[in-house]
């Protein structure tokens, strides 16, 4: 092949080529020759271009003070794991073992459905954050929010609870699983008269101490009668309610809770 002189611009180029596809400082196959046809230049040119071309880029990384070869350095999420002992070990293996139960007809264990077991949590939320996107339009106006203080904004916390969908052999949906969102709150008497309302008027307000009696008294006269109503009447009646481990919890043999969850044909129990 007649040798073709290249400009600074090409050997550029040609060298830009080859590092396209390579992988581990090498062009795949057939990419030297494709090189050739290309650039109109010989096979020696083509390699020790190349040769050049990597020359140049070890020295550039050595002088950023990168000695290591790509792709022998990757990125890598680590979560934290919980340090779990020997108790916790055996209550989780109990937790487990509990869910499996023995189907006569298949005549082998398997794990429960779980359908009528409710599962319940806790969590604050903030009614606003000191920042939030809006998109509007161009007739729009923005949106005007005030706070006393961006560091006391008021928070809420909400008990939510859900349990596992129904659905018939049609794949029509024959119950949700949605129970419901019930907030922490209580009504209080306001201490002073404003423009807004008179002094002694009910106004709601987050309850910001969680206690048991606080848990009870939403277990009792908010959960518990939303299941009640909300519970298909095809289902079971035996219903556990998942919870986890928090101190404010109550348990399942408190007195005012088992004669709220023992009645109406009901059979409501707290697992935690």
């Not at 040798?3 to 581990?24: G, M, V, W, Y």
């Not at 071309?53 to 790509?70: F, L, P, S």
């Not at 939320?125 to 939030?132: A, E, G, L, N, P």
């Not at 809420?156 to 907030?183: A, N, Q, T």
Request: charge should be positive; glycine fraction near 4%.
């Amino acid at each position: 092949m007649r040798r073709k002189d290249l400009t600074s611009e090409e050997r550029a180029r040609l060298i830009q080529f080859l590092i396209i596809d390579s992988k581990n400082g090498k062009p795949p196959r057939g990419k030297m020759k494709a090189a050739e046809l290309k650039f109109g230049v010989s096979r020696r040119t083509v390699c020790r271009l190349w040769a050049e071309g990597k020359q140049k880029q070890q020295q550039a990384k050595e002088k950023r003070g990168v000695t290591i070869d790509q792709g022998l350095i990757k990125a890598h999420t680590n979560a934290i794991k919980p340090e779990l002992t020997a108790p916790n070990k055996l209550s989780r293996m109990r937790f487990c073992l509990e869910h499996i139960e023995y189907d006569r007809l298949l005549e082998k264990l398997q794990f429960k459905c779980m359908r009528n077991t409710i599962h319940i949590d806790e969590k604050w939320f903030y009614i606003t954050k000191s920042s939030h996107k809006f998109y509007l339009t161009p007739a729009e106006a923005e949106p005007h929010r005030t706070c006393k203080s961006k560091k006391f904004i008021t928070k809420v916390m909400f008990l939510c609870s859900v349990c596992r969908p129904i659905f018939g052999e049609d794949g029509r949906v024959l119950f949700d699983g949605k129970i419901g969102i019930f907030p922490l709150t209580e009504m209080v008497p306001a201490q002073r008269s404003s423009k807004n309302r008179e002094a002694g008027t009910l106004e709601q307000k987050p309850i910001q101490s969680i206690t048991k009696q606080v848990l009870k008294d939403c277990f009792i006269k908010q959960l518990v009668p939303t299941i009640k109503a909300k519970w298909p009447s095809f289902a079971s009646k035996t219903i556990f309610i998942q919870q986890d481990n928090a101190r404010p919890h109550i348990k399942n043999d408190d007195i005012e809770f088992r004669r709220c969850a023992s009645a109406d044909g009901f059979n409501i129990n707290i697992v935690h």
